[in-house]
């Protein structure tokens, strides 16, 4: 029952990450700076989390001693950064089909820490999975290295890095002291770790449409919380 609940959980989670991109796109057009937009997204959530969610156990603020949530939390900063920024310059469908390359490297990553087993199936499926995501990015043509999509095709395909790099880190910490503190400790770690690059947009402002408003809420709180 615990992995039948898990395995439901995480599909529920892919789902709800899935629809995070095209909004991404849809702020980004509007108007909305990626350095700023990333911000308000983890901002707003944050405060949702320390404000109504508190009391069911979502904010632990002796968790915040530990090393390995600030670990976990610029991990997850700079992989949302590079997507906000990346996906600046691809088209939506690219960016999800880079970053569900993630979903490819938590096998392997598992592998070298956890030692987890890696048997055919998973090497056969991890590779085809590899091959077919660069010939559907690329539409098997050859790669312009000055060209801009390349640029954001790398920086998503660090963000898939660091997607990875957060399950393989979050685990155990995850096991030790419950889902809701650590989701709600790195949602606003995160949304800290960020807050140093808003600076650093280009046209910095907070003056866009309604529609960009509501791109931002929809990923806060039902896409982030």
Do not use: C
């Amino acid at each position: 029952m615990v992995i039948r609940d898990g395995l439901s959980a995480t599909i529920f989670a892919g789902v709800l990450f899935g629809t995070t991109v095209p909004l991404i796109k849809l702020g980004l057009d509007l108007g909305i700076s990626p350095n700023l937009f990333v911000e308000l997204r983890f901002a707003i959530a944050s405060a949702v989390i320390i404000l109504f969610l508190r009391g069911a156990g979502w904010v632990r603020w002796s968790l915040f001693r530990s090393r390995q949530i600030w670990i976990i939390g610029f991990v997850n900063a700079a992989g949302y950064v590079t997507q906000f920024q990346g996906q600046n310059l691809v088209s939506a469908s690219n960016a999800a089909l880079i970053i569900s390359t993630a979903a490819l490297m938590i096998p392997v990553m598992s592998l070298v820490q956890f030692h987890e087993k890696l048997g055919w199936r998973k090497i056969v499926g991890v590779s085809a999975g590899f091959v077919g995501t660069i010939l559907v990015v690329t539409r098997g043509q050859g790669l312009q290295l000055a060209s801009s999509e390349l640029i954001g095709d790398i920086l998503i395909l660090a963000t898939a890095v660091t997607i990875a790099l957060f399950f393989i880190l979050s685990k155990g910490l995850v096991e030790k002291n419950g889902g809701r503190p650590v989701t709600g400790g790195m949602v606003i770690m995160t949304s800290l770790m960020i807050l140093p690059s808003v600076p650093f947009d280009q046209n910095l402002s907070l003056n866009f449409p309604a529609e960009a408003w509501l791109a931002v809420v929809l990923l806060a709180i039902p896409a982030t919380v």
